[in-house]
Structure formats: structure tokens, C-alpha cells
């Protein structure tokens, strides 16, 4: 026989299951009509949430349960693009109010993106302040960046003023109707005072080798010999470049290529130029760019040319803000802006490479 206590304790179970279910009832009954309106309530602050099938999970979980991981876990599918288009001003919103939770890898996430403008004005001390936090509360990740910052500020004051601006210094920011120094230096017409003092400095820390001589082995694919100029630096121990060559391809844009000292790496001067320029390399796929190339050429050879425009265009659109385009264990990096002109022809771009010897090449310029 069962007794009185045991058939309560039986009831208050039952009621207990039934009134959870009927929560979690509730629960998708909000979530339903929460997605299906287009947007939902969060720590009083209205975000706008369109229901996007491929993260469902996640904006279930960020908006209902609230939990910092959770809106950090939908924020990265904004800023990641793994399953969706990339969104920054969603990735910032979510990463915002899971860095406002204290959650370390939402601080670090906002903090690259602060320190390279990625999708926001660029703020350094407010990402270094994110990193800080992040780092107090033990982030490896953050440890690294703040390390990297210090090498980066430390090999930035070590450099003169005239070797940062032959590191390419502007080398992305520039368009057809503003030449930048270098491009001006190729071509021996060099204006505006500023530019006329960094001329100065060239001349005071590297000689002139040669002005403006022909160099037949540097005879290019259409056959042009280009000018060059070669300086040399008066101090080898404190200068970064051992060699400076400015080329002049008349039409087909211009070279300005450099071999740096071993002591340098291609990591090293990578986050140099990032933290510089304010950018952030993305690497495409070398690989996929190579066999587009290839077919692009074998279109061309063939005298199809309606469909190796269709690759050109293709390839064209993956070259625009996209910077890092090939890397084998950074032994090679090759940078390309997007193009100068309208009808992108042509492009900035910076190739570095090591080699045998432990120096770095370095070239610079803007070509077709």
C-alpha cells in the first residue's frame, strides 16, 4: 500500500515535469515569434536579428539563454563567414555584449578589429585596454598580440625615418592622380616638400650607385630595358636595406625593389607593414588563384577571349581588398592592394621573399 506522503511526492514530480515542458514551450513559442518579427530584446538593448536558417542554433541560444559565450559564439559566425557572408556590424554588436559579460576571447576579436579598422574607425588605446582585460584574465591569445605590438613598436623605432618610407610606407593608400614618393623617385621628378625632404634623407644615409642606367638583363616580358637606379647604404650596420634599385618600366608601371638585411624576417616586417598601415593581411587560395591563372592563360592562347574574361573578372574581384595573396611558411608573401584605377588595370603590390643568403627581397610598385 502506497502511502499519502508518497503519492504527493509522486504529484509534485509530475507537476514539476509538466510545468518544465510547458516552459520550454513558452520558450520556442518566444523564440518563434521573436524570429518570425525580425528582432528581439537583449540586456535592454534592441538588436535587429533577421532569422538566417544556417546560424538558427546560435541566435536561438544567444537570445534566449543570453550567455556571454553564446553571443560570442554568434558574433564569430558574423565575422568568421565559415556559414554565412561576412557581417562586421553584426560581429561587432554580439562580440560588444559579450565583451560587456567580461568574456576574454570577445575582447580579443574586438580588439583586432580596433586595431585594424576592420569594420570600425580604428581605436588603438581601446584595444589595447580590451587586450589588457583579456590578459588579466589569463588569455593566451592576447599575451601574443601585445607581445607582437611591442616587437612590432620596438623594429618601428629602430627604423629611420627614410627606411619605413622605403618599406613601402603608403604603398595601398595611394591612386593615380597622387604618385607616392617612390613612383616619383623612379622617375627622377621628384615634388611637393615633403616629399623633397625624404629625398634628402635617402641621400643622406644611401649613395647613389647609378643614376639612371641601362640594365639589358632586366629586359622585361615585352622586351623593354628599363632605367635603373641603384643605391647603396653609407652604414650597413644601421640601415635596413643593403641595395635600393628603382626600376622604370615606362608604360607597364614601375619597380622599386630592395634587399634587407638578414637580421629581418618576413614575420617580422608582415606585422610591421599590418600595424603601420593600419590593415589586416587575408591569405586567398594560392592554389585555386594558380589553376585560375593557368586556364585564364590557356584561354588566351586558344583566342577564347570571352572566357578568359569571365576568370580575369573572377580573379579581379578576389584581388580587391585582399592583401596576402600566396604563403609558404613565410618564406614568401606577396601583398596586392585593390587597383588604382577604374578600370583595374593597374595594382599596387609588395612581394617578399628570403633568400639563399638570408637576406629578404623586397619589391615594391605598381603594375599592370
Keep these: 500500500m502506497v502511502s499519502k506522503s508518497s503519492h504527493q511526492n509522486i504529484y509534485m514530480k509530475k507537476k514539476r515535469r509538466r510545468i518544465k515542458i510547458m516552459k520550454v514551450q513558452i520558450v520556442y513559442l518566444l523564440l518563434a515569434a521573436t524570429l518570425l518579427s525580425g528582432s528581439a530584446a537583449i540586456s535592454a538593448k534592441t538588436i535587429q536579428e533577421p532569422f538566417i536558417p544556417a546560424i538558427a542554433g546560435l541566435q536561438s541560444k544567444a537570445m534566449l539563454l543570453g550567455f556571454a559565450k553564446n553571443q560570442y559564439d554568434l558574433g564569430m559566425a558574423y565575422y568568421d563567414e565559415t556559414k554565412i557572408p561576412r557581417n562586421t556590424a553584426k560581429a561587432i554588436e554580439w562580440l560588444t555584449l559579450a565583451s560587456e ?22 581605436n588603438q588605446a581601446l584595444a589595447m585596454q580590451l587586450l589588457q582585460q583579456a590578459v588579466g584574465q589569463g588569455d593566451e591569445q592576447a599575451k601574443q598580440i601585445l607581445k607582437n605590438i611591442a616587437n612590432v613598436s620596438a623594429a618601428s623605432q629602430q627604423y629611420s625615418a627614410v627606411d619605413q618610407t622605403l618599406l613601402c610606407k603608403g604603398w595601398h593608400t595611394q591612386n593615380m592622380t597622387i604618385p607616392f614618393f617612390l613612383e616619383q623617385l623612379s622617375r627622377d621628378d621628384v615634388e611637393g616638400k615633403a616629399h623633397k625632404n625624404i629625398e634628402t634623407q635617402l641621400k643622406q644615409n644611401y649613395i647613389q650607385q647609378d643614376v639612371y642606367k641601362y640594365y639589358p638583363e632586366y629586359k622585361d616580358a615585352e622586351g623593354d630595358i628599363p632605367y635603373i637606379q641603384i643605391f647603396l647604404p653609407k652604414n650597413v650596420n644601421t640601415s635596413l636595406f643593403n641595395k635600393i634599385e628603382l626600376t622604370n618600366h615606362y608604360g607597364y608601371g614601375f619597380n622599386f625593389e630592395g634587399t634587407i638585411r638578414p637580421s629581418e624576417s618576413i ?29 585564364m592563360n590557356l584561354f588566351h592562347s586558344r583566342q577564347n577571349y570571352d572566357a578568359a574574361g569571365k576568370i580575369t573578372e573572377k580573379l579581379t574581384a578576389q584581388f580587391q581588398n585582399s592583401y596576402l595573396i600566396h604563403k609558404d611558411n613565410l618564406q614568401s608573401l606577396y601583398f596586392a592592394s585593390k587597383p588604382r584605377d577604374a578600370d583595374n588595370y593597374f595594382w599596387e603590390f609588395i612581394y617578399l621573399t628570403k633568400l639563399k643568403n638570408g637576406n629578404v627581397q623586397m619589391i615594391c610598385g605598381v603594375t599592370s
Design 101 to 122: 559579460k567580461n568574456y576574454a576571447p570577445a575582447k580579443v576579436t574586438l580588439a583586432k578589429m580596433l586595431l585594424t579598422g576592420d569594420g570600425v574607425k580604428p
Design 267 to 295: 614575420e617580422k616586417l608582415k606585422k610591421l607593414i599590418e600595424d603601420r598601415d593600419k590593415i589586416q593581411l587575408k591569405q586567398l587560395n594560392a592554389e585555386q588563384f594558380n589553376r585560375d591563372l593557368r586556364q
